[in-house]
């Protein structure tokens, strides 16, 4: 498992697949100290059952948004030529501070 801090640069149309399957790809930006920026292709792919994971990824992420993402890399070979792919795993944001326990405990009931 790998992690990246950066922000969303932009996030590509949902892509629904024969199987039910949904797909979405995105772009991550992160910053070093110097000011180069290096990009991140990052895939998020759920069978049917979990689709609705990628509508709510879309929901709430948006471009601009500073995020930690954990990724696996998979590669693959294909006409002698290596591939890799940076696949979703986990996305935190970054400066989130409420929590549902503290939503609950703000309530005046």
Do not use: C
Not at 12 to 25: M, R
Not at 37 to 54: D, F, P, R, S
Not at 55 to 79: A, C, L, M, P, W
Not at 82 to 98: E, F, M, P, R, S
């Amino acid at each position: 498992m790998y992690k990246v801090k950066g922000t969303i640069a932009s996030i590509e149309e949902v892509k629904t697949l024969d199987n039910g399957a949904k797909v979405v790809n995105y772009i991550l930006d992160q910053t070093a100290e110097n000011g180069y920026v290096t990009k991140y292709n990052i895939g998020l792919y759920k069978k049917a059952e979990y689709a609705e994971h990628v509508d709510n990824f879309v929901k709430y992420n948006k471009v601009g948004d500073e995020v930690d993402v954990e990724f696996t890399i998979r590669s693959q070979e294909y006409n002698g030529k290596i591939y890799n792919n940076l696949n979703h795993w986990k996305l935190d944001k970054v400066g989130a501070t409420t929590t549902a326990k503290e939503e609950v405990e703000d309530l005046p009931f």
